[in-house]
C-alpha cells in the first residue's frame, strides 16, 4: 500500500509581505491587498482541456487529495492543500493546475504556512534583493490596429442584423526584452499601482485583474461584473464628470446589464436567494473607470455536491468575456477575432480541498515565455459602439501590463 503525501498547515507569527516571498522559480499567486496566497515550487501540476475541462479538473484534484494525509491547525477558507488554476477561454486550449509545493496565506489577522511532504517548515525569506525592471519594446503595427477596427465594425453590422446583442472582441501584442522576462516584478508593479485588483500568476499568466469571477465561501456565492469602461484624463474634477456620464450612458449601462443578467442566470440554480443591485457603482481604477455590480447568492443547502468547478462550468464564459447569446457570441470570436485567447479571458485563482474558492476572469494581463510577453486587451461590442472609440479604450486596458514592463 502507498503512503500517504503529509500536508501540514500551521500559523505564522508574522504577517509577511506575500509577494516578497516569491522565489523565481515557478511562482504562483493570487493577492489583493497584501491578502491572499502565494506559493512555489510545484508538488503536482497537469494539464485539461475540451468541453469537460472542469470536470476533469475537479477529477484531477480530488484523486490528488486521496494521496493526501493533512494535519491543519489553523482551518478555514484557503488553509490546506491548495490548487491554483489558470483554465483557458475555449475549450480548444489548454488548462493549467498547479499544486504548490509551500503556500503562504494571510487573510485578516491570520497569516499560515502549508507545505507538502515530510521536511520540517520551510524558512521564509523576504529580504530579496530589489528586482531590475524589464524594458519590453512592443510590436506594434497600423495594420493590425485597422484589421481589429475593421472587426468591430463587422461585429456591430452582425449586432444590427443578426439577432446578437454583444460580443466581446480582444486583441493582442507581443512585446520582447533582451532579458527572461520576471513574474515577480510585474506583481509587484501591479500590486502597488492596482491595489483594488487581484494580482495573480500562474504559469506564467501574470496579471492583475478587477473582475472576480466567483468566491465561494461557506456556501455563500459571490461574482464581481465589470463591463462598461471610460479612460481616466488624471484631472480629478474631470475624472468625476466622466464617471458621471459612464453611469448614465446608455451603451455602457446596456452591455453592462448583459453581462450582470449572464451571471445571474448562472448561478441561481444554485442558490436559494440571490442579491442583484438595481444599479451599477463605478468603480476607480488608475487609468480607466468601470460599471461595476457585485452580485451574491446563498448556496442551496440540499446541492451538497456544488463546488467551485460546477459553479465555474456554468459562469464561463460570461457576457463580460463572450457577449449574449452567449452561443452566438462565441460562433462570432472564432470567425473573426484571428488570435487564439490561450488562458487570457478564463478563470484564474485557487480552489482549495473544501471545493471553495476564488477566482477572477484573468483579464489585464500577459503570458510569458521566455524573454517574450504576449498581452491582451478586450472589448464589448454593441449595436451602439464605434471602432474608433473601442480601439482607443483596448489602449487604455494594455496600460497596466505595458507600465508593469517599463
Known amino acids: 500500500m ?24 515557478a511562482p504562483t499567486a493570487w493577492v ?28 484531477w484534484w480530488q484523486k490528488q487529495l486521496e494521496t493526501f494525509a493533512v494535519t491543519n491547525t489553523v482551518h478555514g477558507n484557503g488553509t490546506g492543500p491548495v490548487l491554483f488554476s489558470s483554465f483557458s477561454f475555449s475549450p480548444d486550449d489548454v488548462s ?17 504556512i502549508t507545505w507538502v511532504g515530510s521536511d520540517p517548515q520551510p524558512i521564509l525569506n523576504s529580504e530579496r534583493a530589489d528586482l531590475p525592471k524589464t524594458s519590453v519594446t512592443w510590436q506594434v503595427s497600423e495594420s493590425s490596429n485597422q484589421a481589429w477596427k475593421s472587426g468591430v465594425k463587422t461585429a456591430v453590422d452582425r449586432i444590427h442584423n443578426n439577432g446578437l446583442d454583444k460580443v466581446v472582441l480582444a ?6 526584452s533582451e532579458n527572461a522576462i520576471d513574474a515577480r516584478s510585474i506583481l509587484k508593479t501591479l500590486a502597488a499601482e492596482y491595489p483594488s485588483t487581484w494580482n495573480f500568476s500562474v504559469a506564467g499568466l501574470v496579471g492583475a485583474t478587477p473582475e472576480l469571477l466567483l468566491r465561494l465561501t461557506k456556501s455563500m456565492v459571490t461574482s464581481r461584473v465589470l463591463a462598461g469602461t471610460i479612460s481616466k484624463t488624471g484631472d480629478d474634477e474631470r475624472d468625476l464628470a466622466l464617471a458621471a456620464s459612464l453611469a448614465r450612458s446608455s451603451k455602457d449601462l446596456e452591455e453592462h446589464e448583459y453581462a450582470v443578467r449572464s451571471v445571474a442566470d448562472a448561478i441561481e440554480p444554485f442558490c436559494t436567494s440571490i442579491n442583484v443591485p438595481e444599479s451599477p457603482f463605478v468603480l476607480h481604477l488608475a487609468n480607466v473607470m468601470h460599471l461595476a455590480t457585485d452580485v451574491t447568492g446563498a ?13 465555474l462550468e456554468q459562469l464561463h464564459p460570461s457576457a463580460a468575456v463572450c457577449g449574449t447569446p ?3 457570441a462565441a460562433a462570432l470570436i472564432n470567425e473573426i477575432e484571428a488570435i487564439s485567447r490561450g488562458r487570457y479571458a478564463g478563470p484564474v485563482g485557487w ?8 477566482l477572477g476572469i484573468a483579464l489585464r494581463c500577459g503570458q510569458i515565455k521566455g524573454d517574450s510577453i504576449r498581452i491582451f486587451a478586450g472589448c464589448g461590442i454593441v449595436a451602439g459602439s464605434d471602432p474608433v472609440k473601442e480601439l482607443a479604450e483596448s489602449e487604455a486596458k494594455f496600460i497596466p501590463m505595458r507600465s508593469a514592463l517599463l
Open 2 to 25: 502507498t503512503s500517504l503525501i503529509p500536508v501540514t498547515t500551521t500559523r505564522l507569527g508574522d504577517h509577511l509581505p506575500l509577494l516578497d516571498l516569491l522565489p523565481d522559480s
Open 32 to 59: 489583493r491587498g497584501g491578502e491572499g496566497l502565494v506559493g512555489w515550487g510545484v508538488h503536482a501540476t497537469t494539464t485539461v482541456s475540451g468541453p469537460h475541462r472542469f470536470a476533469d479538473a475537479r477529477h
Open 96 to 112: 493549467v493546475l498547479v499544486i504548490p509545493k509551500v503556500i503562504v496565506g494571510k487573510k485578516g489577522d491570520k497569516s499560515w
Open 171 to 176: 486583441r493582442d501584442v507581443v512585446g520582447t
Open 299 to 311: 448556496l442551496a443547502e440540499t446541492l451538497a455536491h456544488v463546488d467551485a468547478f460546477t459553479i
Open 326 to 328: 452567449r452561443d452566438k
Open 351 to 358: 480552489i482549495d480541498a473544501a471545493g471553495d474558492g476564488e
